[in-house]
C-alpha cells in the first residue's frame, strides 16, 4: 500500500491554473486524508493527467478514457458544491 505525503499532494493539486487551483486546492486540503486509499490513489493519478484534460473533465466538457477516474471527479465536484 502506499503512503502519501500531504504536503506533495497538496503542491501537486496547485496547477497554476485558477479554476482548477479553486476546486483541487480545497478537495486535497480538507478531503484527501479522508479518502480510501484507493480513492488517493485515483487522486494522484487524476493529478498526473494534463490540466486542460482535468479541467474538460471537471467542466463536464468530456469525461476521462480510464474510467476510473469518474468517481474521484464526482468526489471533487460535490466537495465544491458543499463549499457554495
Do not use: C
Not at 486535497?28 to 482535468?54: C, G, K, P, R
Amino acid at each position: 500500500m502506499q503512503e502519501f505525503n500531504k504536503q506533495k499532494i497538496f503542491w501537486h493539486s496547485r496547477r497554476g491554473m485558477l479554476e482548477l487551483d479553486l476546486l483541487l486546492v480545497p478537495f486535497a486540503t480538507d478531503v484527501f486524508e479522508t479518502l480510501s486509499s484507493q480513492d488517493q490513489m485515483l487522486y494522484s493519478d487524476l493529478l498526473e493527467q494534463e490540466d486542460l484534460d482535468i479541467f474538460s473533465w471537471l467542466m463536464g466538457r468530456a469525461e476521462p478514457e480510464d474510467s476510473r477516474l469518474k468517481g474521484i471527479i464526482e468526489q471533487i465536484l460535490a466537495h465544491n458544491n458543499k463549499a457554495i
